[in-house]
């Protein structure tokens, strides 16, 4: 299944926009960090990011259609050390200027680097779900994704966008997974315990990048600020189109005496345990986030910063659409904390990546 697809990629994605392709005399498709054309502002280049009938008819969203003689060898990117050196150790992100969106950007993808965290998990058999970046070694996700798995199976992708295509203007990051870590307590019916982490071998850490970043993790007395959080992921049905971005979905923390009766109402019959070790959310049906979205992360603001977020929950039911609203429940992280904490320390790794 999976190679049928890599075949389908290689062989006909490029045939489609190639990059080599003349999209009109004297031009052809390349990315828009090898086009010269664009602005040069206080010493950085910034590409030329309209779309001309020419982009729209014959190249890829991601590629631009550039003369030939403005075509460039080497990548013409922004430099983003300054920049990242300045982001606060987790959660924290860029506004990466160059956030690319697809055609028909409906704000329901991600832009690139949206969440710099997020992480595609693959199995044997192809996509199973999104995780969570928490420390260049670590990743965060829910045991049901993964507790049918070989830890020799997984494969680990950060700083993936478009997952149909490698034409990112910042490459992705795969790792191999050397241990798989499902909480001991893990239950899938009623939903408990949902967490596993997924540790890479120690040699071959994720890179940071301004696409890779890690999230922080809440710590146990956190109050969360309730109103604004996100779930985002791929969905396993695009996995296989010409065009396959995370989703993102706003979503709020629902109250725990609400999110009881309102749940009641919506997934009759399932007994659900509601305790401080799950969190509820509520938000705007809509069809693209209703089922298919296997494991996710919920990442909500960190409290009195801007623009920084705590990993809050880990979606541990799918999310069901036939009540009156969009209620989905979630692994509590920050009841796992010392759950975590202890994992990593017992390997001698470094738990500060992740702290506020
Ligand atoms: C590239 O070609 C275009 C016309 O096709 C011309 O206007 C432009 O000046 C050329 N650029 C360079 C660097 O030669
Ligand atoms: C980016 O800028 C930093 C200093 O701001 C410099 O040390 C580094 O060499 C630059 N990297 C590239 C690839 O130009
Ligand atoms: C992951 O493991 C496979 C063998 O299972 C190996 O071929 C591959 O090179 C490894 N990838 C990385 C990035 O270490
Ligand atoms: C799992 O459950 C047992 C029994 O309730 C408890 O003693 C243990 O602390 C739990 N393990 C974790 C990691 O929470
Ligand atoms: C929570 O987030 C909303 C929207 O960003 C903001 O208006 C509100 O002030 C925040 N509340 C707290 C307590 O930080
Ligand atoms: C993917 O295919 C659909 C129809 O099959 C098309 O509408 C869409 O433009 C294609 N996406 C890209 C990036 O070309
Ligand atoms: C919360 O409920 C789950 C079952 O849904 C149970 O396994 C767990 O022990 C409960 N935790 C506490 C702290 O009551």
Request: hydrophobic share 40%.
């Amino acid at each position: 299944m999976e190679k049928v697809l890599v075949i389908l990629l290689i062989y006909f994605a490029p045939a489609v926009f190639g990059s080599a392709e003349s999209c009109a005399p004297g031009k052809s498709c390349v990315s828009y960090d090898l086009c010269n054309e664009g602005l040069l502002v206080d010493g950085h280049f910034y590409s030329d990011r309209s779309r001309t009938m020419q982009d729209e008819q014959h190249c890829h969203y991601m590629e631009k259609c550039c003369s030939v003689n403005e075509t460039l060898a080497v990548g013409n990117g922004f430099n983003y050390s300054d920049a990242l050196s300045a982001l606060p150790q987790c959660g924290g992100r860029l506004d990466l200027w160059l956030h690319l969106r697809p055609m028909g950007y409906k704000k329901q993808e991600s832009k690139f680097g949206e969440f710099p965290w997020l992480v595609a998990i693959y199995g044997a058999d192809g996509y199973l779900c999104s995780g969570a970046l928490i420390t260049p070694l670590a990743v965060l996700t829910a045991a049901h994704c993964v507790h049918a798995q070989m830890a020799r199976d997984l494969r680990l992708v950060a700083g993936e966008w478009d997952a149909a295509v490698e034409l990112e203007p910042l490459a992705h990051q795969e790792r191999n997974v050397s241990e798989l870590l499902i909480h001991p307590n893990y239950t899938q019916s009623p939903a408990a315990h949902n967490l596993a982490l997924l540790l890479l071998h120690s040699q071959a850490a994720f890179e940071l990048a301004p696409h890779v970043q890690m999230i922080c993790l809440p710590p146990m007395q956190l109050i969360y600020n309730y109103s604004q959080c996100y779930v985002a992921g791929w969905r396993h049905s695009e996995l296989s189109a010409n065009e396959s971005l995370p989703r993102r979905w706003p979503l709020y923390i629902l109250p725990r005496d609400q999110c009881g009766s309102k749940l009641r109402l919506a997934i009759l019959g399932r007994r659900i345990a509601l305790n401080e070790t799950l969190l509820c959310t509520g938000g705007d049906k809509d069809p693209i986030v209703c089922g298919d979205m296997g494991a996710v992360p919920l990442m909500c603001p960190l409290p009195g910063s801007d623009d920084r977020y705590v990993l809050a929950g880990l979606l541990a039911r799918a999310a069901r659409c036939d009540g009156p609203q969009l209620l989905s429940i979630y692994s509590n992280v920050k009841y796992y904390r010392r759950w975590i904490d202890q994992k990593l320390r017992e390997r001698d790794l470094d738990i500060r990546h992740y702290m506020v």
